[in-house]
């Protein structure tokens, strides 16, 4: 069986625009093979999804979910192709799920095109003085690094899924995009906590 590196995963992410632990499990599944594992993602309507993130989504719901007796609410708008899918039992718990997950994960942001660059040069200093005296290829791994964790931490399409934390929101959407068989994006949202939690 052949090594499944991050770099036949990126290829085949690449190829498919499925999500990453979906690529993982098929190239798993299929030993390797590049090719094989691109016939899994199709079978298993994975594949579709990716081609599906370009159609426009004008359809969709605002929900809203307030928790610990009051003290953090939720609201956010995730939009779909159609109003038959907006209505759709399947549609609407997903939707609520994001809330759950936004109630407790506590995103500051959507993506990481969000996340202002000042800030990301801030972390970027603060992590290349806590490894000074180290060649320069290792403190650029290692940086990139802390930035991809605060990304992992901070932005909602980037963090580990509460109830499932081998799964990323955003492979949680291309799942359930291959489900539904329409785009759905995650427009924004807005997170309130009593006393600024």
Do not use: W
Not at 5 to 17: D, F, P, S
Not at 83 to 102: C, G, P, R, W, Y
């Amino acid at each position: 069986m052949a090594e499944i590196t991050a770099e036949i995963v990126n290829k085949l992410r690449q190829k498919t625009n499925a999500g990453m632990m979906d690529c993982k499990k098929a190239l798993t599944e299929a030993q390797g093979d590049l090719e094989a594992a691109e016939t899994i993602l199709r079978k298993k309507g994975i594949m579709k999804a990716g081609t599906k993130q370009d159609r426009a989504t004008k359809e969709g719901i605002i929900a809203s979910y307030i928790h610990l007796a009051g003290r953090v609410g939720v609201l956010i708008e995730v939009n779909c192709e159609t109003d038959f899918v907006a209505k759709n039992e399947n549609f609407q718990a997903f939707v609520k799920d994001l809330t759950l997950h936004i109630a407790a994960a506590n995103p500051s942001y959507l993506q990481k095109e969000d996340v202002p660059q000042a800030i990301i040069d801030k972390e970027k200093e603060i992590a290349a003085d806590q490894v000074k005296g180290k060649p320069a290829n290792v403190v650029d791994k290692i940086v990139e690094g802390k930035i991809s964790k605060i990304f992992s931490e901070q932005c909602l399409l980037d963090q580990a899924y509460i109830k499932d934390d081998k799964l990323t929101i955003a492979d949680l959407i291309k799942s359930k995009i291959a489900e539904l068989g329409e785009n759905i994006v995650v427009r924004r949202f807005t997170r309130y906590a009593v006393g600024g939690e």
